[in-house]
């Protein structure tokens, strides 16, 4: 598919089928506009023939928008029908779109929608740019035009699960060629595979690492997401540590509040003495209960009083946004209702 390849990559591809350079331009300018075949007034009917095999089929097929929050999930369907969730939040200084990675997940995290019905496939470079380009065009913009400035890796799927793809997506979407989204405004969420975090920091990027801790001890983790069984917590704060001192980038903590779970004074010790002295910000979010799962999420007040009693212990901690609960916001929510009526 075409958008699984940079600018030069495309040049590369216009002349192989013996095409003058600028038909490459056009091509590119279309692609990153978000525009669809048919929709390229400066293309011949002839051309288009031609490269309709390998043009992008992604379109959206549903946006709902939050009464509350103006909050917006897009749902995407690609060429082979498989659809994911995108959520578009609206902030003072511009538009973030929450990108999904996969199809699916296969991490299995207890609390999570998008790992209900495993891992589908991964997506392609192209397939998790295809999300930004489809909803920067429907807000109006277009390659020139860009409405979309960050970007988060939080919808479904573990992004470092889908290495090369994701790597590939970030260099694409943060190209001065391209949309040009700086990395400094991209964020990437993981469970913490620690491996794989070693890797990225090779790519000496400017992006954002948030890891999704949840818990503060091994066993009370590994009770609702697997992953813990593979890496210690001390492994992860240690691969962070070495991250930040790479790359100069704070790290981001995701702790969910379930009820009786991880939400106790001695959670809020453990979490202090893991994190005291590191350069490093929690977010702390209620979980958003799942229908098919027995977690329970506490109240926000609970919330409030938890960063309370992390910020006397002298880290640096806020409650996230929760933003569109009215329309399934967490993760993987909506592709599950949406699959969950379809098999009914
Ligand atoms: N796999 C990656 C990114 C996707 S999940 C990761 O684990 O970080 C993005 C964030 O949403 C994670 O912190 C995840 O734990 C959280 N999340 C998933 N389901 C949730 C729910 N039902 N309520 C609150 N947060 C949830």
């Known amino acids: 598919m075409l958008t699984d390849l940079n600018f030069e990559e495309i040049k590369e591809y216009v002349k192989k089928i013996g095409l003058p350079a600028f038909r490459g331009e056009q091509i590119f300018d279309a692609i990153y506009s978000g525009k669809e075949l048919q929709e390229i007034s400066n293309l011949p009917q002839a051309l288009k023939d031609i490269i309709s095999a390998d043009y992008p089929q992604y379109k959206i097929i549903q946006c709902l928008e939050s009464k509350e929050d103006g909050t917006r999930k897009y749902i995407v369907q690609f060429a082979d029908n498989n659809i994911v969730e995108c959520v578009l939040m609206k902030y003072k200084y511009g538009y973030t779109l929450c990108v999904s990675t996969q199809v ?8 999570c929608a998008s790992t209900l019905h495993g891992l589908a496939r991964n997506l392609s470079a192209g397939e998790i740019l295809g999300q930004v380009l489809l909803v920067n065009k429907a807000l109006g913009g277009s390659r020139k035009n860009r ?21 590939k997506f970030i260099d694409l979407v943060s ?5 040009n989204i700086s990395q400094r405004n991209i964020s990437l969420s993981t469970c913490g595979l620690v491996p794989q975090i070693y890797k990225l ?3 000496d990027y400017n992006i954002t690492l948030t890891i999704s801790l949840h818990a503060t001890t091994d ?22 540590k070495d991250y930040y001192e790479k790359t100069n980038r704070r790290i981001y903590f995701e702790y969910t509040l379930i009820k009786g779970k991880n939400d106790s004074e001695e959670d809020v010790k453990r979490l202090a003495k893991l994190l005291k002295g590191f350069n490093c910000h929690i977010n702390v979010i209620p979980l958003n209960s799942v229908k098919e799962r027995e977690l329970e999420g506490t109240t926000r007040l609970f919330a409030y009083k938890f960063v309370d009693k ?3 212990c002298g880290l640096s901690a806020t409650v996230r946004r929760t933003m569109g609960e009215d329309i399934e916001g967490a993760c993987g ?12």
């Open 219 to 240: 066993e009370k983790r590994a009770e609702i997401m697997p992953i813990a069984n593979a890496y210690k917590i001390s492994e992860i704060i240690k691969a962070c």
């Open 104 to 111: 699916g997940c296969r991490m299995g995290c207890k609390f």
């Open 175 to 179: 190209t001065g060629k391209g949309l």
């Open 201 to 203: 920091m090779e790519k």
């Open 310 to 312: 992390l910020k006397a």
């Open 147 to 167: 409405m979309i400035t960050n970007i988060v890796m939080m919808g479904s799927g573990e992004p470092l699960d889908n290495f090369d793809n994701v790597v």
């Open 333 to 344: 929510q909506l592709r599950n209702k949406i699959l969950r009526l379809k098999s009914n």
